[in-house]
């Protein structure tokens, strides 16, 4: 069975704030992949940018595999002194997990991490040393397909103070909160750390005192999503390419209102167009019966093209409902893409005189395979 | 039971043209002459992409049409 790493995480800063002290930055390389959580001193721009510097280099270095205290000296060594402290300080943590599932784990003043495993969260075990004069844990272990394993920034573990609590929830309060949010629902990770960042915004009032980060990480099966848009260049590959969606394997998407008549022609089912409007530039979603998702086609297209540019790896996708954001939900959720593309020239569009780069879908499609190559999905492409 | 069938096409033509602010019309019709109307869409009527956006009212299709032209047409037409 083929598996995949997915990791998930959202960032919320501390009430009154517009950037978030806390970064995170995920790379995938070599079926590898590298997580780095940084919490930058204070909060506000100053620690965005501490925080931002730490993870980066860090990301950077651990990805051309330095050794450890490479990296913790070119950071020290980095980072800009705070006027007001007269110091220069972030914490750090990341995590390596290779092909053959083996983790590792350096935390370098920052909360210990959570592993759910056997239906209960449990701390690791650490091995404790010094480095650069810093105190440094390391945790190294065999990740398991039904093991789930979190990382905060000390704001979680704060969560409460100046709220609901006279001390914080702390590591133990914490654990609590994700085994009780994590056995409820194992599957769905997006959705525990929605939860779990609603529970720990609620501890404050709902005006965070820190910063605070979470990250979930988990094994899943790798998912696939194939999408059909355009009318092929010849009539007679009507009947082909409807013939290629119907039987694909993976979730579906016909982007196109020419697309899915043909294909509800071809294939004898009801098409049934939508009309609500839940964002007035994107046109209504139908529906066809095999099919997840039927979109208009340029306008939709573009919308997800400007919607992956935006995305960074581990974000927990826009959640709106219009075509769009649901086709770039999809997109997101899988981890092959493929598309088959009719090169048709759509004769409706030409009466419209639209701007060059909006009209061609073929680009717009090269444009939106390569972001999400950016984001390492296997991309495949048929011309027709 | 509504005896008129109103059909907007939404294509990409007729929604760049104003599909939505016709939709969006028909939707703040009164109630009474509201009730009488379904409401449906379509990909395309007709192929007259370049008079959009068009609409399709008891089976006779308007090509070129706002949110006035529509109104004085469910008005004048309706059953």
């Known amino acids: 069975m083929d598996l995949v790493f997915e990791e998930f995480y959202r960032s919320i800063p501390k ?90 784990l350096i935390e370098i003043d920052s909360p210990s991490a959570f592993l759910f495993r056997n239906n209960q969260v449990q701390k690791l075990n650490y091995r404790e040393f010094e480095l650069e004069g810093k ?33 914080g929830l702390g590591w133990d309060g914490v654990a609590k909160e994700i085994e009780r949010t994590v056995r409820r629902n194992q ?33 899943r099966k790798k998912r696939k999503v194939n999408i059909w848009s355009g009318p092929p260049l010849k009539a007679e590959d009507d009947s082909l390419l409807a013939e290629k969606i119907s039987e694909a394997e993976g979730k579906k998407i016909i982007c196109g209102g020419t697309t899915a008549q043909i294909a509800a022609r071809e294939l004898n089912k009801k098409l049934e167009v939508g009309l609500k409007y839940y964002d007035k530039d994107i046109p209504p979603t139908s529906q066809m019966e095999g099919f997840d998702l039927l979109t208009e086609g ?73 972001q999400l190559r950016r984001i390492k999905k296997k991309v495949e492409i048929e011309w027709f | 039971m509504s005896k008129n069938t109103l059909k907007i096409c939404i294509g990409t ?8 602010d016709l939709m969006e019309s028909v939707e703040n019709l009164n109630h009474k002459l509201r009730e009488k109307i379904e409401l449906k869409t379509s990909h395309c009527i007709d192929n007259c992409c370049e008079k959009a956006p068009v609409a399709e009212f008891n089976g006779k299709v308007y090509q070129d049409l706002n949110p006035e032209k529509l109104d004085k047409i469910i008005r004048e037409n309706i059953k």
């Open chain 1, 187 to 219: 599957a769905d990770l997006k959705y525990n750390i929605n939860k779990l960042v609603k529970v720990f915004n609620t501890f404050y009032g709902d005006q965070a005192g820190d910063d605070f980060t979470i990250i979930g990480m988990k094994y």
């Open chain 2, 13 to 20: 033509p007729c929604h760049l043209m104003g599909a939505a």
């Open chain 1, 15 to 104: 009430g009154g704030e517009e950037v978030c002290g806390d970064n995170v930055e995920i790379i995938k390389k070599n079926k590898k992949t590298i997580v780095v959580l940084s919490d930058g001193l204070g909060s506000g721009i100053k620690a965005n940018i501490l925080s931002t510097l730490t993870s980066k280099i860090a990301s950077g270095l651990l990805e051309k595999e330095l050794p450890l205290k490479e990296i913790l000296s070119t950071i020290l060594a980095t980072l800009p002194v705070c006027e007001v402290r007269g110091i220069a300080y972030a914490t750090l943590a990341f995590l390596i997990i290779d092909q053959k599932h083996q983790l590792r």
């Open chain 1, 135 to 167: 105190k440094i844990r390391e945790a190294n272990f065999k990740f398991q397909r039904s093991d789930q394993l979190f990382l905060v920034s000390d704001g979680v573990t704060h969560a409460g103070i100046g709220g609901l609590l006279n001390f």
């Open chain 1, 298 to 370: 340029l306008l939709t297209l573009n919308r997800v093209l400007s919607l992956l540019k935006k995305y960074k790896p581990g974000q927990i996708p826009a959640a709106g409902k219009d075509g769009a954001s649901r086709f770039t939900r999809l997109l997101l959720e899988s981890d092959s893409v493929r598309f088959l593309v009719g090169r048709a020239v759509n004769e409706s569009h030409q009466s419209l005189n639209l701007p060059i780069n909006l009209g061609i879908r073929s680009q717009i499609i090269s444009q939106i395979a390569e």
